[in-house]
């Protein structure tokens, strides 16, 4: 009785709060400032013709390179709870699921670099190419072709942050342009795709990772 | 200098340093990369002092990210109190991670990935302090709350893994809730940037931007850990090891209020300031909650994070004083002075609980007798916490009763003056157990020295603050 009370209490405050917030959402008007124009107006210095690619990897590099960093970091909280476990040795699924898996993971990787390549252009890029690419490892891992990890070694530790570190040092480079990330308009297109392309090997390191470290937690 | 040489701003290194040595540690493996770590906060340190000298001279410093300039791009500004912050990020940060290097052997899981996560987080508090962005801010918001959730967790038994998990919800419902109050600024007004916002929101600012004011700073108060927002706090500051308590006590609850008050004072200026007797209601109620639990206390590190949770209220007691110039100069005081005092007082706690091997205050009996170094400190950084001559506590507190009596609000000055109270008897409470005499069975464990020795400079530095406070108080001065 008393739960329902509680329910019902949560629930009435929640309705009034989504009331209230479509209310003062209804009766807005024209923004003030309209961001478009000016992303529309810089976008042929900006190094690429997409203008979402251009705010995450130009205008505002600098939230994505901290939200890389945001990545990692929540990969290392993770890495400091699971500690040292022995990985459980993988159980083998079905030889027809198996099959499938080899099929489809050469493709996943030609459209995690179609995704990467035409996030120039279009929408698509290093965030969705490399969940692309951490899916696939997903996949293996759950038909038993790839063994959860138990622990990063070396290699794999590089491969993790490779990405992070090549963003951070153009980042650091382009101080000599006059400020953080203050692309030469010239080279702004290779730049991105350069940091696009370690980001898409790092990023689908981080995911994958956060699938394969936890995956020894169901044998223990 | 900002101008003539960009590749050696200090205000971009701050950032880019941090981040270096903590990927650098990272890659090094488990337990590796304090002496990066070391090098680069001390590198950090002169950095910031060098801010703070130009801005204290009158300048402030700006860095244009990417050369687009806001609103297109994102700008970082640093001014009298993100110097400040700046300042006592690094200088809190040197010597704990001179104390942690010793305070974790090799193969200690809680150390594993204690050296990454650390760089991480200042680098996300560093960031925090500069940015003038809000969509940024959220960013750094998200990348400190990560990196303190992952310190508490660290190699922790079943009970501090939930201590950690309890702090996550917190901490993301506290980012989420700042998310949605800055989406909706962005629906209204189009900017997210904190200079472009200043002349738009105004007295008759629509319904959407009270929502959104509301929803920030009610986000920011849960991380801040403000009474009743506490409950996470207790047992994610009590129980982590000593070096993270200390950081995240010292730091990481500073840079939501860091953020609540930017906000009063800038963009949301026209907005926030309706609610100012209610932060110092919860202020009050937080300095008598926290101080009566820290009282009541069976654990050492309970008792010394109740007393955060008490110090914090101080904080916003100022909110209803700002008309004054003095109540920034208090906040400031008080940050600086609790996050000394409370980052030394951890620190010694860590010595106590290695040396007896236990933590309740009961089991200090002849602590004075075998570690007199760290009980001094205890004793220095509590005298700080109660707010004794010639301590920055007192000053802070000074400040805030100045500040109360001027503009006829005793009540204000009542409060404080009880909270000192209170502040004494959980302090003496401590001394007075470690002044016994140890039972004849009780033995102590060999503690390194720097451990003692860090947590005394701490808590030295927070007393002797207090002599050289005027110029630490005008920094602030300069708002902008």
């Known amino acids: ?220 | 200098m900002s101008m003539s040489e960009p590749l050696f701003d200090p205000l971009a290194w701050l950032i880019l340093l941090p981040l270096a040595w903590a990927t650098l540690a990272f890659v090094l493996g488990p337990g590796r990369g304090a002496w990066p770590a070391i090098a680069g906060l001390a590198t950090q340190c002169w950095l910031a002092l060098d801010l703070a000298q130009k801005v204290g001279a009158g300048g402030t410093a700006a860095h244009v990210v990417g050369g687009w300039g806001a609103p297109l791009g994102i700008d970082l500004a640093v001014d009298g109190l993100s110097a400040a912050m700046l300042l006592l990020t690094q200088a809190v940060a040197l010597p704990l991670a001179i104390y942690a290097r010793s305070y974790f052997k090799p193969g200690d899981p809680a150390g594993t990935w204690f050296w990454p996560l650390t760089g991480f987080l200042i680098a996300g508090l560093n960031a925090l302090f500069v940015s003038a962005d809000l969509f940024n801010l959220y960013v750094t918001l998200e990348l400190v709350g990560l990196a303190a959730v992952g310190l508490v967790a660290a190699g922790g038994g079943a009970q501090q893994v939930a201590a950690a998990l309890r702090y996550l919800f917190a901490t993301l419902v506290g980012s989420g809730a700042y998310l949605l109050g800055v989406a909706l600024i962005y629906g209204a007004y189009g900017t997210v940037s904190i200079a472009t916002l200043l002349p738009l929101v105004t007295d008759d600012a629509p319904r959407l931007a009270w929502i959104a004011g509301g929803l920030m700073v009610a986000g920011l108060m849960l991380k801040t850990a403000l009474f009743p927002f506490h409950f996470w706090l207790p047992p994610a500051h009590g129980g982590a090891p000593a070096p993270v308590s200390a950081l995240l006590s010292a730091l990481v609850v500073k840079a939501s209020f860091y953020l609540i008050l930017r906000l009063w004072l800038g963009p949301l200026q026209a907005v926030l300031p309706a609610f100012a007797w209610l932060m110092a209601l919860l202020g009050a109620a937080a300095i008598f909650w926290g101080s009566w639990q820290a009282i009541r206390a069976v654990k050492l590190k309970r008792l010394i994070a109740y007393s955060t949770v008490a110090q914090l209220g101080y904080l916003f007691l100022i909110f209803p004083l700002l008309a004054a110039p003095g109540a920034i100069h208090a906040g400031v005081m008080q940050v600086f002075a609790h996050g000394l005092a409370k980052a030394g007082m951890f620190a010694a706690a860590g010595v106590l609980i290695k040396a007896t091997g236990q933590d309740t205050v009961a089991g200090l009996a002849g602590a004075v007798e075998r570690l007199p170094v760290t009980m001094f400190a205890f004793g220095l950084a509590g005298m700080t916490l109660m707010g004794l001559p010639p301590s920055s506590g007192f000053l802070a507190k000074w400040q805030i009763i100045e500040a109360a009596l001027a503009q006829g609000h005793w009540i204000i000055a009542a409060v404080v003056l009880a909270g000192g109270l209170l502040a004494a008897v959980y302090v003496l409470r401590v001394l007075r157990q470690a002044f016994l005499m140890a039972p004849a069975s009780a033995t102590l464990a060999p503690v390194p020295r720097t451990l003692e020795w860090s947590a005394f400079a701490l808590a030295a530095a927070s007393v002797l603050l207090g002599l050289r406070g005027v110029e630490l108080m005008q920094l602030p001065g300069a708002v902008t």
């Open chain 1, 1 to 220: 009785m008393k739960r329902r009370v509680l329910v019902a209490f949560v629930l009435t405050l929640a309705l009034a709060f989504v009331f209230l917030l479509a209310g003062a959402m209804l009766d807005l008007g024209p923004t003030t400032i309209d961001l478009r124009a000016p992303v529309a107006a810089h976008l042929a210095q900006s190094g690429v013709t997409h203008p979402v690619t251009a705010v995450l990897l130009n205008y505002r590099g600098y939230d994505t390179l901290l939200e890389i960093a945001v990545l990692l970091v929540a990969l290392l909280a993770l890495l400091a709870v699971v500690g040292d476990a022995p990985v459980p040795p993988s159980r083998a699924a079905h030889p027809v699921l198996q099959t499938l898996a080899r099929l489809a993971t050469p493709l996943m990787i030609v459209v995690a670099v179609y995704l990467l390549w035409a996030g120039a252009f279009r929408p698509g890029g290093a965030f969705q190419a490399g969940a692309v690419l951490a899916a696939a490892a997903v996949l293996l891992h759950l038909v038993g072709l790839q063994p959860g990890w138990s622990r990063p070694r070396l290699g794999l530790r590089i491969g993790l942050a490779a990405g992070f570190v090549l963003f951070l040092a153009v980042a650091t480079g382009l101080l000599t342009q006059g400020s953080l990330l203050q692309y030469p308009p010239a080279a702004a297109g290779v730049l991105i795709l350069l940091i696009e392309s370690g980001l898409t090997v790092s990023l689908a390191l981080i995911l994958a990772s956060l699938f394969l470290f936890l995956s020894r937690e169901e044998g223990a």
